[in-house]
């Protein structure tokens, strides 16, 4: 389809939450009530039937705050030609975050996430439009067309454009075999977490493990942080179910001091545990490079990225040696713009991208990002988390494979369509779970998730 052709007409912006608390999925050491939710924004354009979507994760509350946020930036890009925003995607991406608005928090926070739903339904849109799934769009790119998708402010002092066309010329000597592999769905290894969550009793716990590994999973990731004692007994349920040669890694979702962490972790390495994901604040980059540098001799390595807001502090993770992966999130940077930028950022200094993808839809988009990844930017195989709550919401749903791999996309765009069904239920605040008693409940209380002050 011509993409001058295609013009945006108008659009609309949604509140969807689900009230995944009530099941213990999302549940974590400094989040006691987590609720997936989007800011769910759809462009509607000229072409009958043809409409972009995308959207940005939150947890909850503050979703009413992100659904703001996109409003203010989404009608920038009505009456546009689709071809005078695909043509220069990098540029586009720089005026989203210029002008007035860029006070508020200028490549973070709220706004960040607005922009990431905003880029996420133009490339939803550009790939519908090529009916080709994201991943493939993509991956169909010329070195010079993937590195016109990337604003390179910030980065030049690390990576050129030039010295990406470079690296991506390089690996595309041998993009044709990995793209058949893709297409066979050998592309990404699946881990699991959905064992993990706090909220299960050790009997749930082990029956999740016992399932996982009929399906094939190798990896398994758990939340800990409860004290030694507690995960000690939790992380040796999994060794149990896994042996020797399975692979165990540990999220604390932010909770300890840099000290504290190196401290608590010494104190788990003989369960032979590969990453410590979170294990401080999400800014302290210097940090993540102590707790890295002083649990290497132990055999752990350091993980973040889910809370990472910018490829700037990426460069700065990367340039201080303070991870063993990458943790990307598919919302948190500004779409597959800034999520190319990390991904070449992280082939360079030859460290895995592992992306986040532990909530509603985030397998979703992350199954097209890790399919990039290996196809067209690092060529090498690393793995992603599945987990397996949601999925039946979505118009074309992620899935893996018997043997443990994540099912390549197939539909045409970013899969970020959700079934017009859910929104009766679970649309905010006139769906009907949030107007029965308990969503009512849930929504007047204003310390859902804080521990000690939760009534709801
Ligand atoms: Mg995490």
Redesign the pocket.
Known sequence: MDLNTITITSFTVRDLRWPTSLDAIGT?PMNLAGENSFGYLQYKTNVPGLIGTGWSFANGQGNDVLCTAIRSLAPRLLNRPLASLTANMGLTQRKLQSGQIRFMSPERGVLQLATCAVLNAIWDLWAKAEKKPLWRLVADFSPEELVRAIDFRYLSDVLTPEQAVEMLRETGKSKAERLQLALENKAVPAYNTSAGWLGHSDDKVRELLGQAVQQGFRHF?LKAGLGLEVDRKRLGLVREAVGDEGVLMV?V?QIWDVDEAIEYMKQLADLKIWFI??PTSPDDILGHARIRAALKPYGIGVATG?HVNNRVMFKQLLQAHALDAV?LDACRLASINEILAVLLLSAKFGVPVVP?S?GAGMVELCSHISTIDFVAVSGKKSILEYTDHLHEAFEAPAAITPDGMHVTPVAPGYSCDVKESVFGEFECPQGSFWRSAKGLEMLNDPWRGTLGEQTS
């Open positions: 974590d990731k999220d979702n994901e979170e889910e943790q986040h532990g």
